[in-house]
């Protein structure tokens, strides 16, 4: 089993410019997540997903999109990137939600110019 | 809003020492979870604490909820290298959502 997959690992936008990000885990789980990860600041969640089809906004939505057409996979879209939008982008799963463990991907580092 | 404060935020040791990290709240939770994240990977889950006074152990790490469910402690005995990562902390918000702390960063000198 591959756990949580993420691509990709590294990419530079330019402001203004799009992207999306895919998270894909082979785990069955219903529960996925994105965060961004600051330094100093822990792990922030932008959106999460509690099965195929439904999105939900987290603590820091603005300036994101999601999607999760297979539960396999859960997209983050930047429609247009600003320099505050520079972080490390964590996708999660887990099987239920509360006390159980996320299960993470190894990140994308985004830079934004 | 349920903060989690990790203190301290840097910590560089020489091997075989031991240490103890903090991770303190003004807010109950149900339960807390310990992860580790090494450079370049995502964090993994060292451990779940779910009741107040809980000690559990893992080898040469031991974690501690606290009785009155707001902060937990994660000791190390005897450092090693391989234990140098971020360290964090987390428990479920309001939402049912984790609530992450800021992290402890090690570093284990040889």
């Known amino acids: 089993n591959a756990g949580v997959t993420q691509t990709p690992k590294f990419r530079v936008l330019k402001t203004g410019q799009s992207m999306t990000l895919l998270c894909a885990q082979d785990?069955?789980?219903?529960?996925m997540y994105w965060y961004r990860q600051d330094p100093g600041m822990g792990l922030r969640l932008i959106h999460y997903?509690?099965?195929?089809?439904?999105?939900a906004k987290g603590e820091v939505p603005d300036g994101y999109n999601v999607s999760r057409l297979k539960k396999q996979n859960f997209l983050l879209g930047l429609e247009s990137a600003a320099p505050s939008q520079t972080s490390v982008y964590f996708c999660?799963?887990?099987?239920?939600?509360?006390?159980?463990?996320?299960?993470f991907g190894p990140g994308t580092r985004l830079t934004v110019t | 809003t349920q903060l989690l404060e990790q203190s301290p935020q840097f910590l560089s040791i020489q091997e075989g020492e031991n240490l103890t990290v903090y991770c303190n709240s003004s807010s109950v939770f149900s339960s807390l979870q310990w992860y580790r994240q090494e450079p370049g990977e995502g964090p993994v889950l060292l451990v779940t604490v779910v009741t107040g006074g809980e000690v559990k152990k893992l080898k040469r790490l031991t974690f501690q909820f606290g009785d009155a469910r707001k902060d937990s402690s994660l000791h190390i005995t005897a450092a090693q290298p391989g234990d140098t990562g971020l360290y964090l902390c987390?428990?479920?918000?309001?939402?049912?959502?984790?609530?992450f702390g800021g992290g402890t960063r090690l570093m284990v000198k040889p």
């Open positions: 997903s509690v099965g195929e089809g439904t999105t």
């Open positions: 987390a428990g479920p918000n309001a939402g049912n959502m984790l609530t």
């Open positions: 999660a799963s887990s099987y239920l939600v509360h006390g159980y463990e996320q299960y």
């Open positions: 785990m069955n789980h219903e529960y």
